[in-house]
Each structure stands twice: as C-alpha cells, then as structure tokens.
C-alpha cells in the first residue's frame, strides 16, 4: 500500500432518537480513534470518516449502510446500537461483501461472517452479575425490558439462571422502545417487593424507570438500592447526565469506561469535562463493579499519549463513576422487611 493511502470508514450511529446519549458518545470516540491513527506514523495509510446519522429510526440503518458500501467506497463500518439496527445491515454487508464492527453489549445467539462484536456478551456480563448479586440480595427478581430483541433475550437468560438456581420472577414486563409511561411497572415492583430489579430497558425508558424507583426509594427504605438494587447490562457512562442523581447505586458489570474518555483531544469535549466536574459528587458512586477493581490507565497508555495533559484526568472524573466506587456490600441488616419475604 502506497503510504498515505486514504481508506473510507463508516461511521453508524444515531445521535438523535429515543438512545440518543449513547450514539452520540460512540461518534464521538470513533472520530477521536480515527484522528489518532491518522496522526500516527506507525501507519502508512489514513482513515476518512464517513459518517451518517440514522435519526433511530431502524430501516434507515440499511439505507445508509447501502451508500456507505455502493457510493462512499467503504468496506468497513463501525456502529449500530441495538441488536435490531445491527440486524438490519446483515443484508447490505453480505451483498456488498463489507464488515460491522459492533461495539456496544451483545445478547449472543447470533454469529455472523461479517460482523465482529467487540462488545460483553452474555457470559461476560450477566451470568457474572448474577453471581455476585443473587448470594448477598436474594433470588426473588423482577424483569424489566424494552419490547425488542434486547430485553427478550436478556430477559430469557436470566429466567434461565434463575430457575438453575432455584430462584423466581415475580414479573416481567415490556415497554416500547422509548415509551416514558412506566408508572405501572414501578407500581407493580412497589407491590410485589422483590429482592432486585433487572433493568433491560434503553434509552428514555430507562432514564425515567430509574427516576421513578429513586423516587419510590425516597419515600421506601425497603426500596433503596443497597437494599433492593437495580442491576443493568447495557447502562453506559455516556448516560449519566441524563439520569442524574437517579443512577447513583445501579449495579452494572462494566469495570471501565474506554481509556479515550479519560482525555478529550477537541476544544469542546474539554469545555464539556469542566462544566461538568462540579457534578462529579452526585454521580461518582453511580455504577459499582460486581468483581475486581477498575482498570486504571496503563503506564504504557499514557507515556504513549504525548499530548496527555495529566492535569485533566480529575476534572474527567466524572465519565470515570466506578474509579471511586465503594465496594459492592450485602443488604444491611439494619433494613426490617417485611415478613411476606421468603
């Protein structure tokens, strides 16, 4: 290859739409991924970024990866959120013979020859989830989902742990993908009481979920997350200033944000680091390991990121909640349940 040779690189996510937060963070960290190889002299080739925006809808999924593959020369594409998005471009990439990189969580139960999923899959995430939660809470869960590949199979997977453990789902219930009407649920969970809550929902269904249980906790001993705790597979950091306060106590098995976040290269995610940093008090205990410690920057890391600024990585805290995150802790006894528990 001729070096400074240019090779087009899709670049798949939705920034508007009912998961919003999240399709804008990824763009953002595959720009500043294909910026630093660009900048790189290991390399003799560039990236250029071809980016389209599908507005969530799913059927523009395929219509963009189309142009991308037929018009734009790419052969490579990075994105797609959702299980749903992911499978609508399977088609475009066999015909035009291209490949996804997937990058966000995976529910398994699907292989395919041009898709490489970087993301958890199920052993990686719930599997270990449960192990640490159901010994210390309790086994007595409920299922919450959006109505869509996600949440169903997620939701299947742990009815399966579940019953193997000699567990029970107390319900299990589905909304549509961005729906905010969500009272009946925190309803149904303020009657039955289980001993956690598996939240499968996305996007702004789940941002009022959580809302709507900090609320109940507030008034509910019985329902605050060292007691009853929420447990998710697919919540990301990115997410935070969207959920606010709410997500603090949430139990995810993601031990680390990307290393890219720890260092934002343009003018205005930096700005976006210091308006935020006041916040960080409220929103560092949001998510807390299930097992070992946090993966801190490698030395290697940061000796290889010459233009690090070390003195940002505080104020970048903040998209960093489980760094300063307490040890996962058992229910206190000091919380009185009520005797219908088994």
Not at 125 to 145: D, E, Q, T
Not at 199 to 227: C, M
């Amino acid at each position: 290859m001729m070096r400074g040779a240019e090779i087009p690189l899709g670049v798949l996510f939705s920034g508007i739409g009912a998961y919003a937060p999240i399709g804008r963070a990824a763009v953002e960290g595959a720009l500043i991924a294909i910026e630093e190889v660009n900048a790189s002299d290991l390399f003799d080739f560039r990236f250029r970024a071809v980016v389209a925006d599908p507005a969530g809808k799913a059927d523009q999924y395929a219509v963009l990866a189309r142009q991308m593959m037929a018009e734009g020369g790419c052969r490579h594409i990075i994105g797609c959120q959702t299980p749903s998005s992911r499978k609508e471009v399977l088609p475009v990439l066999e015909r035009h013979q291209g490949l996804l990189w997937y990058a966000t969580p995976y529910e398994g139960f699907e292989s395919h020859e041009r898709v490489i999923y970087t993301g958890a899959c199920p052993n990686q995430n719930i599997v270990r989830l449960f192990a640490a939660i159901l010994p210390g809470f309790g086994k007595r869960a409920f299922l919450a989902g959006s109505n869509y590949i996600w949440g169903w199979e997620m939701n299947r997977i742990a009815r399966e742990i579940l019953v193997a453990r000699e567990g029970s789902v107390l319900g299990e219930r589905y909304v549509a993908v961005g729906n905010v009407e969500i009272e009946h649920l925190v309803a149904e969970i303020a009657q039955l009481r289980p001993d956690f809550v598996f939240n499968n929902l996305i996007g702004d269904s789940s941002y009022a979920f959580l809302r709507a249980l900090h609320e109940l906790a507030a008034v509910d001993p019985t329902f605050r997350p060292e007691v009853m705790p929420v447990l998710s597979c697919n919540l990301t950091e990115a997410e935070l200033s969207s959920i606010g306060t709410a997500a603090a106590g949430v139990i995810s098995p993601r031990r680390a944000i990307s290393r890219r976040w720890i260092v934002r290269r343009t003018a205005s995610s930096l700005r976006g680091c210091e308006r935020g940093a006041p916040e960080s008090d409220g929103l560092a205990l949001a998510f807390r390991p299930c097992s070992r410690g946090p993966i801190r920057p490698s030395e290697r890391w940061r000796r290889r990121s010459r233009r690090a600024d070390p003195s940002r990585w505080k104020r970048c805290a903040i998209f960093c909640p489980i760094w300063n995150s307490p040890p996962l802790s058992r229910r206190p006894p000091s919380i009185d349940r009520p005797s219908t528990r088994r």
